[in-house]
T-cell receptor, first 111, second 116 residues
């Protein structure tokens, strides 16, 4: 079955890089996603990666996928206070249309 | 503007009452989803639908029901059988992977349900 895990908290200083990690169990995942959630709001899609890719870069965001270890990471370069939020990873499975989310990582950016 | 709309934003329910949360999308997406979010927890899948008149149970379907009579709409009913319904409910939609569409899934702004 699907199980997606993340660490609960991450604290970084403004200007540093943040790395948020995620592990998943379903080897049939087709796409993996990163979402951002600000307080009281819905989820904003940041980026996604196809399961046959190793890396995807989009401006300050870099996604790394290690399919062998079922490990996904999101690196945010030059982290700003506006990046403070909860970050969720998600996998797409079940023939391609079931979306399973992790527990979310609360990122706190300190001055 | 294309998007996904949830209403109402806040909802109060008395114990023992059923309540229906609305989710509408004009993105022409086939797949729609309902999630529940509790403080300090991730999103848990309640139900999802890949096509009109069909839907599948997620991980926590007990006490909930859905319908998919139209492509644009996927309402969620929280029944009196749901023991702890107070939570933040999120709806999402996405193209079907099998159709070769863009795999992006978009969310509504959520409905906060409180049982009083």
């Amino acid at each position: 079955g699907e199980d997606v895990e993340q660490s609960l908290f991450l604290s970084v200083r403004e200007g540093d890089s943040s790395v948020i990690n995620c592990t998943y169990t379903d080897s049939s995942s087709t796409y993996l996603y990163w979402y951002k959630q600000e307080p009281g709001a819905g989820l904003q899609l940041l980026t996604y990666i196809f399961s046959n890719m190793d890396m995807k870069q989009d401006q300050r965001l870099t996604v790394l996928l290690n399919k062998k270890d079922k490990h996904l990471s999101l690196r945010i370069a030059d982290t700003q206070t506006g990046d403070s939020a909860i970050y969720f990873c998600a996998e797409r499975t079940g023939g391609g249309n079931k979306l399973t989310f992790g527990t979310g990582t609360q990122l706190k950016v300190e001055l | 503007d294309g998007g996904i709309t949830q209403s109402p934003k806040y909802l109060f329910r008395k114990e023992g009452q059923n309540v229906t949360l609305s989710c509408e999308q004009n993105l022409n997406h086939d797949a729609m989803y309902w999630y529940r979010q509790d403080p300090g927890q991730g999103l848990r899948l309640i139900y999802y639908s890949q096509i009109v008149n069909d839907f599948q149970k997620g991980d926590i379907a007990e006490g909930y029901s859905v319908s998919r009579e139209k492509k644009e709409s996927f309402p969620l009913t929280v029944t009196s059988a749901q023991k702890n319904p107070t939570a933040f409910y999120l709806c999402a939609s996405s193209p079907m992977i099998q159709q070769g569409g863009n795999p992006e899934a978009f969310f509504g702004q959520g409905t906060r349900l409180t049982v009083v």
